[in-house]
């Protein structure tokens, strides 16, 4: 179960490591979303894998967990994908599923595990609603978990009692304090628009406002970095962002035309904001997003369509305090309590 990511500290793929392997035989690979070249932006079929001739199939498609007929004849499904750190990337969910289907058929699961890019330790955002589950919400998390994927894996297997024969390789070296750039690894784009690690820390607040009627900058040469529609005033979000007085960001007003017919506004002038990273560890990401969300509501009341961030917010009751601009809504903008005894248990560095 890998993609792109999935690569050796010399370049070469875990999947061509495992298949000139002679005590393995690689039977078959799964890939998440974007894919087995991380190049996909949208549902896809199975293929083939161009240098092994292994079929390949896909969990962002017609299925999004391994069949009882994909799993036969096989004795571990090994999980090697790199992550972001954010709830609602779906690599996340879909190790939550491969563990559901390997539990119920008697397949083990090893995860290799990789390091949280944005770090071990920040853990900021409301935690999501259990009854609002989704492929973009399958665990009630923050939006920032601070956890590694092969913790993410005992932390759904024991929360959720899956009850899965689940190993985790653990890595050698890596210490919670580590950004991915502390790692001594080559950057590879965890998938087509998150193209640096300024992008990975901007994306768990910055993304959380896909879906409302707003360009994040998909279809841009710099995704993540730029928040605009034709409709938004960059220069008075620019003023009320700075009075947050948020460390690690400024902002500048800018305008852009982004080329993604799958997202808001392709083809269209969008008047906005850019993202000037300064210090990419200190910015509270989920604080960005909080901001983000007061200042487009005030300035924005009917132009900007704010229930969109429904899907990925996924708590309907933070989503009644942004429309009636309840006071408690900084209040409520923090993790579950719970997720921290849970999250403790789970660690492994």
Known sequence: MTNHTGLLLDGTRTIDALFANPDVTLRRIFTPEHGIYGDRDDRFGDSRDEVTG?????LHGERVRPTPEQLDG???VLFDVQDVGARF???ISTLGYVLE???EHRVAVYVLDRPNPIGGYDVDGPSSDQECESFVAYHPMPLRHGMTIGELARLFNVEREIGADLRVVTMAGWQRSFWFDNCG???TNPSPNIRDLAAAALYPGVGLLEGTNVSVGRGTE?????IGAPWMDGTRLAAALARHELPGVTYEVVEFTPDDRAHPHSGDLCRGIRFNVSDMQAIPTAHLALALIKDLRALHPREWEYRGLGALLARPDLLEAIEDGAR????LW???PDFFDARAKALLY
Request: hydrophobic residues 40%; negative net charge; glycine residues 0%.
């Open 54 to 58: 292994l079929d390949v199939f896909s």
């Open 74 to 76: 096989i004795d571990i």
């Open 89 to 91: 990337y779906t690599y």
């Open 101 to 103: 289907a390997c539990a």
């Open 185 to 187: 690894q080559p950057w």
């Open 222 to 226: 710099s995704p993540f970095h730029v």
């Open 328 to 331: 408690e809504l900084d209040d």
């Open 334 to 336: 923090e993790p579950d």
